[in-house]
């Protein structure tokens, strides 16, 4: 019986103290719950994501505002640029693996894509020097169009003048990629008129076949414009994705003005590119601020949407963002582009000696006249 009674009495101590060091771990869960508070984030992506995409956002748009004031005042004979495009060019170029060769990421961009550049860490003077036609500029030496980069380092291959061909030439690296077998893609982007031309065709037939799909982010971005000829007049097809529908490829719209909704959806179909092997054509809505290019005036155009303006009301409403904070910024990139241009002032114009460099036929310098 004591026996008994002793051993009730020690089952009892120890689910008592079961009981106690079952509270003790959920009491000290909770405290350790409390100590490390995760606030979610509030716009569906970190805070520090989201103020790290605006500033490279104004510093692009500040940047490009600093490039059609050089065209402006007559220092530049061309401005050529992608005002408007920020929200959906700074995820994409966040996105990207970058490095050179086949296991980083290939861009096949076109003159709307500093957005893309400045994300990837392009200083603001290489594009002020290549504007500026400077002997120093690294895309060009100084003889192309503003907006015509070329950074091998990056697999940035050169931005070509006529519109769409790089929509072929995208085909020749996602060739390589999909051989390596590293998970990178190929990226390339144009505009909705341009998407007319055989090249965008070709590229899809090529992008999709089935006995080789290829691993490659078709974009087009659409500002609703080529040149002076607006979309409705021109496309049979509702939205320029339906096109890829034919070929069963996977297609995306997305409002290319708001760079929450484009940083996720560009992540997700660049996560089905590398895991999957195969094509996505994803056509991004943007507005043309400052029209076409200088041909057309560069001047503000006051009825198009600002994607910098609705990101940073949504900010503020966050309260990631303070009026004061977004001058500052906004300062802060306006002085490093000024500075930028005074450096450029003094630097050389090319020689005439460095003409024909870069240029080969039958492996020789191309002077046409010896032809
Ligand atoms: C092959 C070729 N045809 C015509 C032109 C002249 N051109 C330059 S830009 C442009 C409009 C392109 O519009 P879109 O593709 O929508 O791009 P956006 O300029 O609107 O970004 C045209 C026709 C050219 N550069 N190359
Ligand atoms: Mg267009």
Redesign the pocket.
Known sequence: MARQTQTKSASKKKKASKMKTTKKKASSAQSKKKATPKPAPKLGLSNELLLQMHRLMVKSRALEERLIKIYKTGEAFFW?G?PG?EAYGVPLGLLANKGQGPKHDYFHL???CTPTMVALGMPMIDSIRLIMNRSTDTSTGGRNFSNHYCYPEWNVVPVG?????QYQMAIGTAHVQKRHKAGAVTIVT????????GDFASCLVWASRPANPLPILIT????????S?D?DGQHGETSITDRGKAFNMRTRVINGNDPIESYIALQEEMEYIRKEQKPVLLEAK?S?LYG??SASGANFVQNEDCCINMFEERLMRAGLLTEDDASQIKAEYEAEARAAQEQVRLEPSPQKETLWDHVYTDGENGDWRKF
Do not use: K
């Open positions: 050529i992608g495009e076109h003159y709307r003048s006529p519109i769409e061909v144009g505009g909705d008129a341009g998407s007319a031309e087009v971005q659409n500002n609703g414009w080529g040149i000829t979309y943007v043309r076409h290019s």
